[in-house]
Nanobody
């Protein structure tokens, strides 16, 4: 299993950037793909969780309306601000069957595979 986030860059406030997560060695349909970020001196934060089966995405309040999961492995980030500066990583968590349906959950402790992060810097 391999995961690798790419798309690092320096952008000005208000700019856009697209990240991709190269995933191999497992069936994406059976996993949730999470996008996490960690800024210097801060705890890692889950920002987007994508359901592998159909691409449904869930966003943290900090990025809702600005970030879009175009599919399971592409993350479009718009209207970036300095607060978005961080190392971004993608991770995968296997789906779990509970309550009569498959659950796709992106909790930091529940991610089975992590990719190396990519730096996003938003600065003028």
């Amino acid at each position: 299993v391999q995961l690798q986030a790419s798309g690092r860059g320096l952008v000005q406030p208000g700019g856009s950037l697209r990240l991709s997560c190269a995933a191999s060695g497992f069936n994406l349909n059976d996993y949730a793909i999470g996008w996490f970020r960690q800024a210097p001196g801060k705890k890692r934060e889950a920002v987007v969780c994508v359901q592998g089966s159909d691409g449904s995405a869930y966003y943290s309040n900090s990025v809702k309306g600005r970030f879009t999961a175009e599919n399971t492995v592409l993350l479009q980030m718009d209207r970036l601000g300095p607060e978005d500066t961080a190392v971004y990583s993608c991770a995968a968590a296997p789906r779990a069957y509970a309550g009569g349906s498959w659950q796709y959950i992106c909790s930091e402790n529940g991610m089975a595979y992590w990719g190396r992060g990519t730096q996003v810097t938003v600065s003028s």
